[in-house]
Nanobody, 124 residues
Framework: QVQLVESGGGLVQAGGSLRLSCAAS????????MGWFRQAPGKEREFVAA????????YYADSVKGRFTISRDNAKNTVTVQMNSLKPEDTAIYYC?????????????????WGQGTQVTVSS
């Protein structure tokens, strides 16, 4: 069974940085696009960033563009998102995701596997 395990969440002041990591196991990592989503209380899960399996091309939500950077290490089966200039509105549970499909990456239904999530809280 595929496992995605996130780490690196926590509490940070506005303007600070956090680095989230996701370790993937029991899948052929290079066959999957990898992504990050987030969900704030009372809100739907929303796309944050994705990185493609072959090209390494990256995509970002407009709300995080220029502040977040997604990367992957195919040798270690890990995907990371570096989050800088954090804002209180970035507060959410962040989920790592993996998909082998070619559907719209900004839609949660396009993703096959999910991690348990890690809490990120940004104080003002």
């Amino acid at each position: 069974q595929v496992q995605l395990v996130e780490s690196g969440g926590g509490l940070v002041q506005a303007g600070g940085s956090l680095r989230l990591s996701c370790a993937a196991s029991r899948l052929t990592f290079t066959l999957y696009h990898m992504g990050w989503f987030r969900q704030a209380p009372g809100k739907e899960r929303e796309f944050v960033a994705a990185i493609l399996r072959n090209s390494g091309v990256t995509y970002y939500a407009d709300s995080v563009k220029g502040r977040f950077t997604i990367s992957r290490d195919n040798a270690k089966n890990t995907v990371t998102v570096q989050m800088n200039s954090l804002k209180p509105e970035d507060t959410a549970i962040y989920y790592c995701s993996a998909t082998g499909s070619s559907g719209p990456l900004f839609q949660p239904r396009s993703w096959n596997y999910w991690g348990q999530g890690t809490q990120v809280t940004v104080s003002s």
